[in-house]
């Protein structure tokens, strides 16, 4: 017996996970807050969409993941930190500039640049909701809301919600209307449960129904 929402083992008889505390009757679907904004989304053609497939889900945190684009992600961090211009030795300003600088690469110590197929880029650190116009449920608080300008209205208002685990940016679909599809550098396309955590290793491709984003 498993926890429909983290997946977790639980003994026979369990009301409620240990690991998350959800009931054992929760679904992803019962935990989604509902969107007070009417819908007006585009729905797309089904038949469409690519096979479902079950690999690849992930329950953050993972306990002993550490992916290789984690340590890609750190020399990209540390050439960053390089490329501030240098402070006067002894200065008292100097000193609290590089405090802060220290204090900044603690709090996001993962940038990711996401190119978006409308054009845009946006770089990103932290949490963060992506769609047509997201919008946070009460009580949610995102580094970034990331609005993308899709005429088509394929992409739903809140579609995808995204953050950081060890270095590796991870994605999970907010119930959108036409669902995400995560293609990882060679590997097939895998359709996104709604409400679960899928690991994006940098140069994987997130397609939001008719619009997409690399992740660099």
Known sequence: ??????????????????????????????RRRADPR????????????????QSGVVSVPVDGFRAATAIDSGAE???????????????????????????????HPSRFVLKFSTGETRTVFGTGLIGR?????????????????????SVSKTHLEFGEHEGTLWVADRFSANGT????????????????????????RVELAEQSFVVG
């Open 1 to 30: 017996m498993r926890c429909a929402i983290c997946g977790a083992e639980l003994p026979d008889g369990a009301m409620f996970c240990g690991e998350c505390g959800s009931s054992t009757s929760a679904t992803p679907e019962s």
């Open 38 to 53: 009417p819908g007006d989304t585009t729905i797309l053609d089904p038949l469409e969409r690519p096979t479902r497939r």
């Open 77 to 107: 961090h540390d050439a960053i930190a390089s490329e501030a211009p240098p402070a006067a030795i002894g200065s008292d300003a100097a000193a609290g500039a590089e405090t802060q600088t220290a204090t900044s690469a603690t709090e």
């Open 133 to 153: 116009r997201p919008l946070p449920q009460p009580g949610e608080q995102f580094d970034h809301l990331v609005q993308i300008a899709d005429r088509t209205l």
């Open 181 to 204: 599809v995560v293609r990882r550098p060679d590997d097939g396309a895998l359709r996104c449960e709604p409400g679960r955590r899928y690991l994006v290793p940098r140069g994987s």
